[in-house]
C-alpha cells in the first residue's frame, strides 16, 4: 500500500532546483572518498589464532625445550639450478648477517655446506692473507711470550699447509645428518628451494629495512612464514582490490544493461550503486575502522542489495500511469526499499 511518509522525499525532488542539491548531497561521498583517500586496512588481515593447530603445539613444545619464539621468517631463493640457487642464498645470509640492528638472527645451509663458488671464494680470501708467513710470526710470538711454540705445531702446520677441502651438500643430503638438508633444501615443479630463516628485531623500522635489502640484492627471493602472512595478504589486497572492483563494476553495468535496455537507466543505477559504496567507505575512513578481510567478502552484499532496489525503483517507475510518477513510485516502492536498505545499515553498523 502506499506510504504517506514518502510524500516528503517526493518534494526534495519536485522542482530541477531541488533535485540538482538532493543530487549533488547523495554524489558528495565519491569526490570526498577521493580526496580522503581508501579506508585504512587493519594491522592483522586475518586474525585467526587456532591455539590447538597440531603444527602450533609442536612449536610451542619446541621452544619450550630448546628454547626460541615465534617471529621467524622464511627467505625463500628458487631456481632451476641448485649451485645457483644455494650461491644465491649464500649471498642473501652474508649480507643479513651484517644487519645486526635490524636481523637478529640468521640460519641458513651455509652454515655447514656453502655453495662451491662461496667456498671458493671464502678460500680465496683465506688465502690472500698469507696464512704461512702468519703462522711463522705466531710461532715467534709465543716464543717471546714464554710460550712452548712446539705444543702449537699442529694449529702452526695446518696454517702452512691450509687444505681447501670443499663439503658436498650430496654428503649432507646421507646419513643422520640429512633431517638438516631437508630443513633447507626442497624441490617444487622444476625449482630447488634453498630456506634462509632469519628473525627481525624490534627495532623500529627494522621489517622495512629487511624487505628493502632484500628485494635490492636479489629481487626474484621471496620472504614467507607465519609471520609474513598478514603482510603478503595485505599486499595482495593492495594490488588486487582495485582491480577486482573494477571487475565487479563493469560485470554490475552489464547485468543492468541487460535487464533496462537504458541507457539513462543504467547510467542512474550505476551512479546510485556507486554514491553507496562510496558511502560506507567513506563513513569506515571517517571513523577510523580498519579494513579486514571478511570486509571484502560482506561488502559485494552492499551491490547486490544496491542493485536490487534500484531496479524495483526504475522498473515501478517505467510501468507506472499516475501523473506524477516519481511520487507515485516512492510512495509504492518506498517502505519495501527502506525496509532492506535499513536493515543491510543495522547489519553494517
Known amino acids: 500500500a502506499p506510504s504517506r511518509w514518502t ?28 580526496l580522503l583517500g581508501p579506508p585504512p586496512l587493519a594491522e592483522a588481515i586475518v586474525a585467526i589464532r587456532p591455539q590447538k593447530l597440531a603444527p602450533l603445539d609442536v612449536q610451542r613444545q619446541i621452544f619450550e625445550a630448546f628454547g626460541g619464539k615465534r617471529g621467524h621468517w622464511v627467505g625463500l631463493v628458487a631456481d632451476p639450478d641448485l649451485d645457483r ?14 644487519m645486526g640492528n635490524d636481523v637478529e638472527s640468521v640460519d641458513a645451509l651455509t652454515a655447514i655446506a656453502p655453495a662451491t663458488s662461496t667456498q671458493l671464494a ?15 710470526d705466531l710461532a715467534q710470538a709465543l716464543t717471546d711470550l714464554g710460550f712452548a711454540s712446539e705444543r702449537f705445531t699442529d694449529a702452526l702446520e695446518s696454517m702452512r699447509h691450509a687444505p681447501r677441502t670443499l663439503a658436498r651438500v650430496e654428503d649432507l643430503q ?11 633444501l626442497a624441490e617444487d615443479q ?28 636479489d629481487p626474484n627471493a621471496h620472504l614467507t612464514g607465519y609471520s609474513r602472512l598478514d603482510a603478503s595478504l595485505r599486499g595482495a589486497l593492495t594490488h588486487d582490490m582495485p582491480r577486482i572492483g573494477l571487475a565487479a563494476g563493469a560485470l554490475v553495468l552489464l547485468a543492468l544493461g541487460a535487464a533496462l535496455r537504458r541507457a539513462r537507466d543504467v547510467l542512474l543505477a550505476a551512479l546510485v550503486v556507486t554514491a553507496e559504496v562510496a558511502a560506507v567507505l567513506l563513513l569506515i575512513r571517517v571513523l577510523h575502522i580498519p579494513l579486514h578481510i571478511y570486509d571484502a567478502l560482506v561488502l559485494p552484499v552492499l551491490l ?18 499516475a501523473a506524477d510518477a516519481p511520487r507515485d513510485t ?6 519495501s526499499i527502506a525496509a532492506t536498505a535499513l536493515t543491510t545499515a543495522a547489519g553494517f553498523a
Open 174 to 184: 646421507r646419513g643422520a645428518a640429512s633431517i638438516l638438508a631437508t630443513r633447507y
Open 304 to 321: 547486490g542489495i544496491t542493485v536490487d532496489e534500484c531496479m524495483f525503483l526504475l522498473h515501478r517507475a517505467r510501468a507506472t500511469h
Open 7 to 34: 510524500s516528503a522525499v517526493a518534494w526534495l525532488t519536485a522542482t530541477r532546483g531541488r533535485a540538482l542539491v538532493a543530487a549533488a548531497v547523495a554524489l558528495a561521498p565519491i569526490p570526498a572518498l577521493f
Open 190 to 217: 622444476g625449482d630447488h628451494l634453498v630456506a634462509v630463516y632469519l628473525r627481525p628485531t624490534g627495532a623500529e623500522g627494522a621489517t622495512a629495512r629487511i624487505e628493502q635489502a632484500i628485494h635490492a640484492l
Open 330 to 335: 516512492l510512495s509504492r516502492e518506498g517502505p
Open 85 to 98: 640457487a644455494r650461491e644465491r642464498a649464500d649471498a642473501l645470509v652474508e649480507h643479513l648477517t651484517t
Open 122 to 136: 671464502r678460500y680465496d680470501a683465506r688465502d690472500a692473507l698469507d696464512l704461512p708467513k702468519r703462522a711463522d
